[in-house]
């Protein structure tokens, strides 16, 4: 294994500037929803909520991180959200040194959707939720893999889509969006050996990368074009797709209808 070397904010400052549009925060509004307004009275007879708001139509709920194993099983098992869509984190230790955990429930019989949020300090660990939730499994794991967050009492807590020797933790804002010197050789020497590096050349790890001549020229800044056009051409608006592929319906823009449908 390579060392690892503790990084700065490599994120801090974009990588570019030209392309990445930051969306204003949601409001937070008030809970007025019966339902809502119902399903957290509840909570807080059973649990402190720190915060509670509404954002997008859903409920968002703040709570003790040593209580979220609690608290969603009373989600779950008294108020009937069913199903755990979504578990992840976000890292903030470079503005509070601390990560925000969230769960994203779903409650089937209400139409409703929940979002539990906690924090923990960066060597702090949080509960598994695997045995409320069997979807909890594998998002506990990616959770572990991409920000190192450790979580007690999960089943088999190993990396989930980085190799068993990897250095580093890819969501972390620690870690360079392009990835580091021996990132850009892993699998070439893995795979081929150290003595193919000048042959096959580094490995292009930064996400963000957009070469115009990939995908026959289909991908581009700020814009899509159409298959194979010319790199000088002008960006057009593409009104169909699917033209090219068989057995698919084409989409045509100009014939899409937003159905707004409420159960």
Known sequence: MRPYRPKDNLQAKAYYNDRFWVAPRIPEEPVEDPVFAADLASLQEHYPIQRAYIQRGQ?????????????????????????????????????????????????????????????????????????????????EREMYDMFGIKVNNHPNLKRILMPDDWVGHPLRKTYPLHGDEAAQWYEVDKI???????????????????????????????????????????????????????FVETFDLKKAKIVNRDR
């Open 59 to 139: 409920l968002v709920i703040h709570i003790d991180a040593k209580e979220n194993k609690e608290v969603l099983r009373y989600l779950k098992e008294e108020l009937g959200y069913d199903v755990l869509s979504e578990l992840s984190a976000i890292d903030y230790l470079a503005q509070d040194g601390e990560f925000e955990i969230f769960y994203q429930l779903l409650s089937l019989e209400k139409a409703k959707r929940i979002r539990v949020k906690c924090r923990i300090k960066e060597h702090e660990a949080i509960e598994s939720v695997e045995s409320i939730f069997r979807s909890a499994d594998w998002s």
């Open 192 to 246: 081929f050996g150290k003595e193919y590096r000048d042959i096959i050349g580094p490995e292009q790890r930064d996400a963000a990368f957009v070469d115009p001549n990939d995908t026959c020229n289909f991908a581009r800044i700020k814009h899509e074009v159409p298959r194979c056009a010319d790199p000088n051409s002008e960006p057009i608006r593409i009104e169909k797709f699917n033209d090219d592929a068989p």
